[in-house]
């Protein structure tokens, strides 16, 4: 597995940004899909954004399609979400996680992400 640890969390004004971050540890990072989830008060899990091993295939969930951008850099093992024009339903604990396996495209479902980080609390406010 590998461990994670996001930062970048905090409390901001709706169509404020912040740039969450997830520090990896484990050889096999840059070998593994990275995703970003979240969780809202009283919802599931869900998936926000998606990037392959390599960077050059990314994927996001429709709600934040074109205000959140995610990125990596396999040779510091950091993993990013950069978060623009927020709004209070983006409200949620931030997590990333790392796909079972290497070199495999996992979906969107988090039961195929073995390796999750704490979260980070990202609170939009009106």
């Known amino acids: 597995q590998v461990q994670l640890v996001e930062s970048g969390g905090g409390l901001v004004q709706a169509g404020g940004s912040l740039r969450l971050s997830c520090a990896a540890s484990?050889?096999?990072?840059?070998?593994?899909?990275m995703g970003w989830f979240r969780q809202g008060p009283g919802k599931e899990r869900e998936f926000v954004a998606g990037?392959?091993?390599?960077?050059?295939?990314?994927y996001y969930a429709d709600s934040v399609k074109g205000r959140f951008t995610i990125s990596r850099d396999n040779a510091k093992n950091v993993g990013y979400l950069s978060m623009n024009s927020l709004k209070p339903e983006d409200t949620a604990v931030y997590y990333c996680?790392?796909?079972?396996?290497?070199?495999?495209?996992?979906?969107?479902?988090?039961?195929?992400?073995?390796?999750w980080g704490q979260g980070t609390q990202v609170t939009v406010s009106s």
């Open positions: 484990g050889r096999t990072f840059s070998s593994r899909y």
């Open positions: 990037i392959s091993w390599s960077g050059g295939s990314t």
């Open positions: 996680a790392a796909a079972v396996g290497t070199y495999t495209y996992p979906g969107r479902e988090p039961v195929a992400f073995d390796s």
